[in-house]
């Protein structure tokens, strides 16, 4: 039986953080109701369905691995008719995760996904630069897109027909005024921008804002892609197994979407589970029906804060700080991308320092930056001093000309995409037969 979805909490609906609580107290029976349908929890559970948040809080972290595990449908907690999509995680860090909506859940989701500080409306064209297949990134956004009304330009950026010069051209000449990418992806566009004769913060007049997800994203780098760019950087935080997790507010401040989901933080050294500071976030859908997650620990290391905000959401605030995998030891101290990319994004614009690289060894730091020549000699010098400074470490900063970690031909390619065939001329090269080439 398909339900009815009551009305979703928004903002303004509570003015306290006691009142967000009692919120998610009333919902969170239905929820662990909806977890006991699933033949993962229901052996969880043990024939005892949690009823109120202590019960709650004495179960245990449901983890990626159990996701892998369950693969792939026993998180399902409602008959198989009723889906409306299928999804798996990029795999990035390990096996695809499975993840599964219902129609009801996407209302959910939208409604989360378009809760943007730059709102999205009918007179936006809104470029989704973000993979289609199997991820949740790319239908979400366009989902929500139109759940505003606006027009949507599916931009996949895994597809071979979508170059970034053809990313140019469509910006460009469609006149678009939102879209939603890889933070990294909008400097690759600057660069294929100038390599196409176009001054990206002065020849896209219509675009109003970036909005940005699924990479990292230091200070520095936001207000490096701010000032290309001449227009607002929106970061969203989330993943496909969850949806939008948290959003930005008018004060520019990244609010978990605490009325939807009830957030905690792991200290995976203690094994202690508190409801802010530093860790990893365990998140637990409010009303996801098809795979509800209870305490899933998503393995981001963020910090979240219950301090108050000018916006008055009365919602709590995260700092996403990526994966621990992503630290590395250098001469006894760790090198995590996320402070290394503020150090280099800290560098002054004129050095046009937009891409660069990094090995970790057990020994020193190696960085290669992509910077002018005439600038190399004051951008290394400046960034070998300020990662000394941070980390103490031995290091060594090397310039390599623009075009070196990213070739030009990357940048203004067309591909040769047609559809696959069986027949060919003499003069032909038939070994592309039955491929999209």
């Known amino acids: 039986m398909t339900r009815t979805m009551s009305r979703l909490p928004q903002t303004g609906d509570w003015t306290s953080r006691a009142e967000l609580i009692a919120m998610q107290d009333e919902q969170l029976p239905e929820m662990l109701n909806w977890a006991a349908r699933a033949p993962f929890y229901a052996a969880r559970f043990s024939g005892r369905v949690p009823a109120s948040r202590t019960d709650f809080e ?26 409306a999509t299928y999804h798996e995680s990029s795999g990035t860090a390990g096996r695809p995760t499975p993840s599964y909506y219902t129609e009801e859940d996407w209302v959910d989701l939208v409604e989360r996904y378009a809760r943007k500080r730059v709102p999205i409306g009918a007179d936006d064209l809104f470029l989704v630069r973000t993979p289609y297949a199997l991820m949740i990134t790319g239908h979400l956004a366009q ?17 071979l027909a979508m170059p970034f010069s053809r990313v140019i051209r469509v910006l460009h000449d469609l006149g678009v005024t939102l879209t939603w990418s890889m933070a990294t992806e909008t400097l690759l566009w600057a660069a294929a921008a100038k390599a196409a004769g176009h001054d990206p913060g002065r020849d896209f007049p219509a675009l109003r804002a970036l909005f940005v997800g699924g990479d990292p994203l230091s200070a520095a780098k936001r207000r490096r892609i701010s000032e290309i760019w001449n227009v607002p950087v929106v970061e969203e935080y989330g993943s496909t197994e969850t949806g939008s997790l948290a959003g930005e507010c008018s004060a520019g401040r990244l609010h978990l979407w605490a009325d939807r989901a009830i957030f905690e933080v792991y200290d995976p050294g203690t094994g202690t589970v508190r409801p802010d500071g530093a860790g990893q976030l365990v998140v637990s859908p409010l009303y996801r029906e098809a795979m509800p997650l209870v305490r899933y620990n998503l393995e981001d290391d963020v910090e979240v804060s219950h301090a108050p905000c000018p916006c008055g959401w009365h919602l709590p605030t995260v700092r996403v700080l990526g994966r621990s995998a992503f630290g590395y030891p250098v001469a006894g101290s760790t090198v995590t991308q996320h402070r290394l990319e503020e150090l280099v994004f800290g560098l002054p614009a004129e050095y046009e320092v937009l891409f660069w690289r990094a090995r970790a060894d057990v020994a020193d730091l190696r960085v290669e930056i992509e910077v002018p020549p005439r600038w190399a000699a004051g951008a290394c010098a400046e960034l070998t001093a300020a990662i000394r400074r941070e980390y103490a470490v031995p290091c060594t900063v090397t310039a390599v000309p623009p075009g070196t970690l990213v070739p030009a031909r990357a940048l203004t390619a067309v591909h040769d995409v047609v559809k696959p065939r069986s027949l060919f001329g003499a003069d032909e090269d038939w070994s592309k037969a039955l491929l999209y080439q």
């Open 143 to 159: 989902a929500a897109a139109r759940y505003r009304g606006a027009t949507v330009v599916p931009g996949d950026n895994r597809s």
């Open 58 to 83: 004495a179960l245990p972290l449901t983890s990626k691995a159990d996701l892998r595990d369950s693969y792939p449908f026993g998180m399902l907690a409602v008959e198989r008719d009723r889906l």
